[in-house]
């Protein structure tokens, strides 16, 4: 009678278990974005831009509809030279668990102090597909268009060849809407399609996303002109690959 008695408790033990790690697991994913991770990143981020000599620059991690964010928007410091804010954006970016840096009025790639690398024939084959045609998307969106998807998979094939190197994935828009928010959408539109080449079998540790706004339009073309809307990519020859943050930030 013993035995039968013990039996039905196992798995009832077995259920418990499986629940309390699912929990668990649920909870070490969540935390990234809970409130005290940010308070986190805050202090953190306080702390380096002083130490960079920003003392005017505050970051701000929400997105631009109050939601919890990694990917910081700094402000202030309009007065300091340009190498001090790239020195601030650099400083913020280097802290464990920050995703891309954005300047509220503009953004460019920091400097850096590795040396320069010539384009590889990569750029060649991928300039080539987007002569005649670039990579859209919906209006006032990140949303990929159907034939930007097809696009895409042939940009991918392109780049195979080239794996290993560093490919700049830059964002831009028209002047349409205020800056800092034609920023933050080239530079939502440049993940979008960093993450579609990651899906396409390119490494993400070679692909550094980044957006400009409208501040640099087809030349020849209005800066209202809808095909200012567009994604441009720079391939890069480095050997070895040192991976950096994804997203590097810059002055402005």
């Known amino acids: 009678m013993a035995k039968a008695s013990a039996m039905p408790i196992r798995p009832v033990i077995v259920i418990l278990a499986g629940a309390l790690l699912t929990g668990t697991s649920a909870y070490l994913l969540a935390e990234p974005m809970a409130p005290h991770f940010i308070d986190r990143l805050e202090d953190q981020a306080s702390q380096a831009i002083a130490e960079a000599g920003g003392s005017a620059v505050t970051a701000r991690f929400a997105n631009g509809v109050g939601s919890l964010s990694r990917h910081p928007l700094l402000s202030g410091g309009e ?5 001090t804010r790239a020195e601030v954006a650099r400083a913020v970016a280097s802290i464990p668990g920050v995703g891309g840096v954005t300047w509220s009025d503009g953004t460019l790639r920091a400097e850096s102090d590795e040396p320069a690398y010539q384009p590889l024939h990569c750029q060649e084959d991928v300039e080539g597909l987007l002569r005649t045609r670039s990579i859209r998307f919906e209006e006032a969106s990140s949303a990929l268009l159907p034939a930007s998807r097809m696009l895409l998979d042939e940009v991918a094939e392109a ?6 190197s560093i490919v700049a994935i830059t964002g831009h828009t028209d002047d349409q809407g205020s800056e800092p928010g034609n ?8 993940r979008v399609v960093r993450e579609a080449l990651v899906r396409r079998g390119i490494p993400r ?4 996303a980044s957006g400009v706004g409208s501040s640099h339009p087809v030349e020849g073309l209005a800066p209202s002109d809808p095909a200012n809307r567009r994604i441009e990519f720079s391939v890069i020859r480095t050997e070895p690959l040192h991976p950096t943050p994804v997203d590097t930030p810059g002055a402005r």
């Open 183 to 190: 920023i933050a959408l080239s530079m939502q539109r440049a």
């Open 205 to 208: 540790d070679g692909l550094r």
């Open 79 to 83: 007065k300091l030279d340009e190498e």
């Open 159 to 164: 780049l195979r060849p080239c794996l290993g």
